[in-house]
């Protein structure tokens, strides 16, 4: 059983950064794909960003297209999310989660998910 440990969160006001980590307890086929989703108060899960251990083609929300990015470091089994010129909207809980397969696959179908971790924005 892969477990996803997610850390990194906190507050910051508009505009500021803050970089998500996920650590990945150990890399399985079921944990090829990695992505990032959020959930606001009374709103639905939203996908933010994905990657795949094997490649850089990472797939973006539009809402965060050029101001998030994902990285991954595959020698110390973790994921992160570089987070620049944040907004209130971006204020949620981060989850990471992972699947077998690319992207699309872990975009639509996440199979094992993290604990998440607060991110909040002020202004």
């Known amino acids: 059983q892969v477990q996803l440990t997610e850390s990194g969160g906190g507050l910051v006001k508009a505009g500021g950064s803050l970089r998500l980590s996920c650590a990945v307890s150990r890399r399985t086929f079921g944990s090829s794909a990695m992505a990032w989703f959020r959930q606001a108060p009374g709103a639905e899960r939203e996908f933010v960003a994905a990657i795949t251990w094997a490649d850089d083609s990472p797939w973006y929300a539009p809402s965060v297209m050029g101001r998030f990015t994902i990285a991954r470091d595959n020698a110390k089994n973790t994921v992160y999310l570089q987070m620049n010129s944040l907004k209130l909207e971006d204020t949620a809980v981060y989850y990471c989660?992972?699947?077998?397969?690319?992207?699309?696959?872990?975009?639509?179908?996440?199979?094992?998910w993290g604990q998440g971790t607060q991110v909040t924005v002020s202004s």
């Open positions: 989660a992972a699947a077998a397969g690319g992207v699309t696959e872990v975009r639509s179908k996440p199979e094992t």
